[in-house]
């Protein structure tokens, strides 16, 4: 599913006012000490309403021993926004806004959460940095 045009154009403001490479529906955000953090965008039907999803990959959970993919749900419970989740096979932060209503600020606040989160957790998790 497709991005509406006014999301479409709001996205790519905010990407563009913050020097964000974007490519299709990968963003590129750059984080601290040189590294990158990828954040995918997705439009996603829940209900009667259009949602989009924003996820950055944190590793692959065949590295990730059971219990710490148990102790990252107790750590949702601690996240101010979005959530730890899995997409396929691998560990993510995912966080949704409504695509009726493109509001750059939360945009721009979504988008450099996430990776800001993301890079932590693999930094933390993996000790890498891969896009």
């Known amino acids: 599913m497709a991005l509406a045009p006014e999301f479409e154009s709001v996205l790519t403001a905010v990407c563009s006012q913050r020097g964000w490479e974007r490519a299709g529906d990968e963003i590129q955000v750059p984080t601290e000490e040189g590294r990158a953090q990828l954040v995918w965008v997705e439009a996603?039907?829940?209900?009667?309403?259009?949602?989009?999803?924003?996820?950055?990959?944190?590793?692959?959970?065949?590295?990730?021993?059971?219990?710490?993919?148990?102790?990252?749900?107790?750590?949702?419970?601690?996240?101010?926004?979005?959530a730890l989740a899995l997409r396929g096979e691998q560990l993510v932060m995912v966080d949704t806004v409504f695509e009726d209503s493109p509001d750059?600020?939360?945009?721009?606040?979504?988008?450099?959460?996430?990776?800001?989160?993301?890079?932590?957790?693999?930094?933390?998790?993996?000790?890498?940095?891969?896009?």
Do not use: Q
């Not at 829940?46 to 107790?74: K, Q, W």
């Open 44 to 82: 996603l039907e829940f209900e009667d309403d259009v949602l989009v999803r924003f996820a950055s990959g944190i590793g692959p959970t065949e590295h990730i021993e059971p219990l710490h993919l148990n102790t990252a749900l107790r750590l949702n419970y601690g996240l101010a926004h979005g």
């Open 104 to 131: 750059a600020e939360e945009i721009e606040a979504v988008v450099e959460y996430l990776a800001e989160s993301a890079d932590h957790f693999e930094r933390t998790l993996f000790g890498t940095d891969e896009l």
